[in-house]
Nanobody, 119 residues
Framework: QVQLVESGGGLVQPGGSLRLTCSVPGSRFAINGMGWFRQAPGKQRELVAA???????YVADSAKDRFSISKDVAQSTMYLQMQNLKPEDTGVYYC?????????????WGQGTLVTVSS
């Protein structure tokens, strides 16, 4: 089993910024696809951003120009930089990983980190 460890969530005012971090300590498997899903209260989990080890990336339309995803391969760590946050960005953010080079990674999951955007 692969452990994904998220950090960086919290309470932020509208217009503020947060950076989420997901690390994969000591994985026996190569994690070639990683992503962030968000689940808002009462809504289904949705893909926010994803990146592959091959360099492909995806950011949902709702987050384009505000969120950016990056990956430090050497550190087995992925980042989601979020700027100009809006109340509708509130939710639990889940890190996901996959051994496939996919922009919809869903093989392994973290526990989630809560992001609350509110004044």
């Amino acid at each position: 089993q692969v452990q994904l460890v998220e950090s960086g969530g919290g309470l932020v005012q509208p217009g503020g910024s947060l950076r989420l971090t997901c690390s994969v300590p000591g994985s026996r498997f190569a994690i070639n696809g990683m992503g962030w899903f968000r689940q808002a209260p009462g809504k289904q989990r949705e893909l926010v951003a994803a990146i592959t080890s091959g360099g492909r990336s995806y950011v949902a339309d709702s987050a384009k120009d505000r969120f950016s995803i990056s990956k430090d391969v050497a550190q087995s760590t992925m980042y989601l930089q979020m700027q100009n946050l809006k109340p509708e960005d509130t939710g639990v953010y889940y890190c996901s990983g996959d051994t496939e080079y996919t922009l919809r990674p869903a093989e392994f999951w973290g526990q989630g980190t809560l992001v609350t955007v509110s004044s």
